[in-house]
């Protein structure tokens, strides 16, 4: 039985977006969003990320017609990679032995070629809805597939055996090795297939990895959807609303599991435990 030694948030750019935009009710004015990437220590599967952030390889895959269009619907400023900042924490690249993918946004997955050692975890609903995508649509989805390693398929542990417990009013889970440590949440509604991640740390507490369910953590803690400009980008407005009702009830019914949004700028990155 394993043991969570170590959880670890870091940013890897920024994106200006408007607060209103990514929040109903929310401020005319520009909310500046991190793009996070979860880091845990395993005593014994070794280092798993929640996602791999922004990667300046990004940059050059958004030059060509029709990803162009991709930094007008997400601006961003380029931080740190992943990859350049986990030394600073005595850890390498080729130590991370896991990356879970939440979905497969570029901004979550640019750094999956930087982790040559990893197994990716993700859910098939995710890669399905997306692969056929050709042209405008894949624009639109935001899928790129050229930010995938060649090895891709080979290196995917799809998560579909949701058989374990609850997590408030999520109804099931996903044990990731068997040993409660790691639990994936379903998170549908921002993008097909979005998954949540449960870090046990037993008395140190637990995280839950949010990724987009929600941009804003007031927008988790008001129950407050994004703009309906922003539906038309949203793959499933209904499931992401019911989504965040869900929660909404885990902020304020479970005071142990904190939770983690990708881009709220409320976060501190650097050591959580
Ligand atoms: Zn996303």
Same mark, same amino acid.
């Given at each position: 039985m394993g043991t969570l030694q170590r959880a670890l948030l870091l940013s890897t750019g920024i994106s200006p977006h408007l607060e209103a935009l990514v929040m109903r009710g929310g401020r005319l004015g520009v909310a500046e969003m991190p793009a996070h990437v979860g880091v845990l220590? @395993?005593?014994? !599967?070794?280092? $798993?990320l929640f996602d791999t952030g922004f990667a300046p390889r990004l940059r050059r895959a958004v030059r060509p017609?029709? =990803?162009?269009l991709y930094p007008v619907l997400v601006p961003w400023r380029d931080g740190?990679?992943?990859?350049? !900042?986990?030394? =600073?924490?005595?850890?390498?690249?080729?130590?991370v032995r896991h990356v879970f993918v939440s979905h497969l946004h570029p901004d979550h997955v640019a750094g999956l070629r930087d982790f040559p050692n990893?197994?990716? @975890?993700?859910?098939?609903?995710?890669?399905?809805?997306?692969? =056929?995508?050709?042209?405008?649509?894949?624009? $639109?989805?935001?899928?790129?597939? !050229?930010?995938?390693?060649?090895?891709f398929g080979a290196r995917v542990r799809?998560? =579909?055996?949701?058989?374990?417990?609850a997590l408030g009013a999520f109804p099931a889970t996903c044990d990731l090795f068997g040993d409660g440590t790691l639990r994936a949440v379903p998170l549908p509604g921002h993008a097909p297939g979005q998954l949540g991640l449960l870090a046990d740390g037993g008395d140190k507490g637990r995280l839950l990895f949010a990724a987009d369910a929600a941009w804003l953590s007031r927008a988790v803690r008001e129950r407050r959807s994004p703009s309906r400009l922003s539906d038309r980008l949203t793959w499933s407005p209904a499931a992401r609303d019911l989504t965040l009702e869900r929660l909404n009830k885990l902020w304020w019914e479970d005071a142990d599991t904190r939770i983690l949004l990708t881009h709220c700028p409320e976060h501190r990155v650097g050591e959580l435990w």
């Open positions: 220590v @395993h005593s014994e !599967q070794g280092v $798993v017609f029709p =990803d162009l740190r990679s992943a990859v350049s !900042q986990l030394p =600073d924490y005595g850890i390498c690249a080729r130590e990893a197994t990716f @975890h993700l859910s098939p609903e995710a890669w399905l809805a997306l692969r =056929d995508a050709r042209g405008l649509a894949r624009v $639109v989805a935001a899928w790129m597939p !050229q930010l995938l390693p060649e090895d799809w998560i =579909d055996r949701f058989t374990g417990p």
